[in-house]
């Protein structure tokens, strides 16, 4: 079979510096991978991985080699792919089959590709490799486990255990308490701002963002977005997380009111159709639309584009131009897809540390058992660990509790 597909080998050696560069801010997973290369707890088994090829998903994917695994990885979205880095990761014999902008059926003989490697394990980002093996029964074959890491593709995931089409068992990394705080709300949140504002220059400041959704990812990004000075808003379907909206000090309206007034909107729902055909008809000139969520369906593309009297593309890279019948501009980021991604670099290499030692350790975990097809939380230690060791990282000290504590907290009795 083909070793790798990436856009130009020659672009390895910049790679390679750009990948040195994040792995200095991530100290987690280089004293993982020390570890890794000693015990070599997955020697001899070949992992199949889709994920966002960038600098940190590399230093992933040498911790995993360093393991023994033998790697397959293709890219989860083309628009985030970075070429340089896969040209140095197919370098180092990581099996990669990425290329920046490849269409949907290239994307798609990538996704087959590292699947037809043979994998006894998968890294899933969107459920794409899970969704593809159960719709091609003869892949499944040897496939014994598998992690993801997203909101969207845990949804997914549960939504197939619950109906007893799931044919694995999986680890919903994306639910530990580490991820959703580090990952979802700091990263997504320090990203997210950082894709809008390089793809159009606005000042935030005195201006209204408009944050659908306030999940974890949605918190983040309210709460950067205000600590750059903008009016925030926030819309949303669940009353416990609207009521922490308001008590976090965000407006919460309904999108048909909020569409009205907004100068930004950024959806993190993993929904679709958040920002639709009624939203668009109302929206002010020069309204700015993003996703934060995991596929291009939170803003409906389809209707802003038949809607369009004329596109405008790359009016600014990643920005297009959408020109209504009243020549009203709404500014679409990145053709609606993850936009801290394809108009940023995503999550910072130190967020990505974090994420990616509870991955690893979750492979590691996972490999040696045996478990029914379902969907398992991430055991509680592997959290805890990977804690420990980033605060150590960074210089922070605990408390710890003394035995009149400890014997406190453990019985009942006065």
């Known amino acids: 079979m083909q070793r790798y597909d990436v856009a130009d080998t020659a672009l390895a050696d910049q790679g390679v510096r750009r990948i040195a560069w994040a792995e200095r801010a991530m100290p987690?997973?280089?004293?993982?991978?020390?570890?890794?290369?000693l015990e070599?707890?997955?020697?001899?088994l070949t992992v199949?991985?889709?994920?966002?090829?960038?600098?940190?998903?590399?230093?992933?994917?040498?911790?995993?080699?360093?393991?023994?695994?033998?790697?397959?990885?293709?890219a989860s979205n083309p628009l985030s792919t970075q070429d340089d880095v896969a040209a140095a990761l197919a370098a180092e014999g990581v099996g990669v089959f990425a290329r920046h902008g490849v269409d949907r059926e290239?994307?798609?003989?990538?996704?087959?590709?590292?699947?037809e490697a043979g994998p006894q394990y998968l890294l899933d980002d969107g459920c794409d490799l899970v969704n593809l093996l159960h719709a091609t029964p003869t892949l499944l074959e040897g496939v014994r486990a598998g992690i993801e890491e997203t909101t969207t593709g845990v949804l997914r995931l549960r939504q197939m255990a619950a109906e007893g089409a799931l044919k694995l068992p999986m680890v919903a990394v994306n639910d530990t308490a580490v991820q959703r705080l580090v990952a979802n709300r700091h990263g997504t949140g320090q990203s997210t701002l950082d894709a809008v504002l390089r793809a159009t220059g606005v000042?935030?400041?005195?201006?209204?963002?408009?944050?659908?959704?306030?999940?974890?990812?949605?918190?983040?990004?309210a709460d950067r977005a205000r600590g750059l000075g903008a009016y925030v808003v926030v819309t949303e379907v669940d009353p416990a997380r609207a009521l922490e909206a308001v008590l976090d000090g965000h407006r919460v309206v309904p999108m048909e009111q909020a569409a009205a007034y907004?100068?930004?909107f950024i959806t993190a729902t993993g929904n679709r159709g958040v920002l639709r055909e009624e939203h668009?008809?109302?929206?002010?000139?020069?309204a700015v639309l993003a996703n934060a969520g995991h596929f291009d369906v939170e803003v409906d593309v389809v209707a802003l584009a038949t809607l369009s009297v004329e596109v405008h593309r790359r009016v600014r890279p990643h920005v297009d131009e959408h020109l209504m019948a009243d020549d009203r501009r709404l500014l679409l980021i990145a053709e609606g897809r993850l936009a801290n991604l394809a108009a940023a670099e995503g999550h910072p290499a130190a967020v990505m540390d974090v994420s990616f030692a509870v991955q690893a350790l979750t492979l590691e975990w996972l490999v040696a058992r045996t478990l029914a097809p379902g969907v398992y939380d991430v055991p509680?230690?592997?959290?805890?660990?990977?804690?420990?060791?980033?605060?150590?990282?960074?210089?922070?000290?605990?408390?710890a509790l003394t035995p009149e504590q400890e014997h406190y907290l453990s019985t009942w009795r006065a």
Do not use: N, S
């Open 106 to 115: 290239g994307y798609g003989a990538h996704l087959r590709a590292v699947l």
């Open 28 to 37: 987690v997973l280089g004293l993982l991978r020390e570890r890794f290369a």
């Open 203 to 221: 000042l935030l400041a005195g201006t209204t963002v408009v944050v659908a959704g306030y999940g974890p990812c949605g918190h983040g990004i």
């Open 280 to 286: 668009f008809a109302v929206m002010k000139d020069g």
């Open 262 to 264: 907004g100068d930004v």
């Open 48 to 74: 199949a991985a889709c994920m966002h090829v960038t600098t940190e998903t590399a230093a992933l994917a040498r911790t995993l080699t360093a393991a023994g695994a033998q790697l397959h990885l293709a």
């Open 380 to 399: 509680e230690g592997i959290d805890v660990e990977v804690a420990r060791t980033k605060l150590a990282a960074l210089g922070v000290q605990l408390d």
């Open 40 to 44: 070599r707890p997955l020697h001899g």
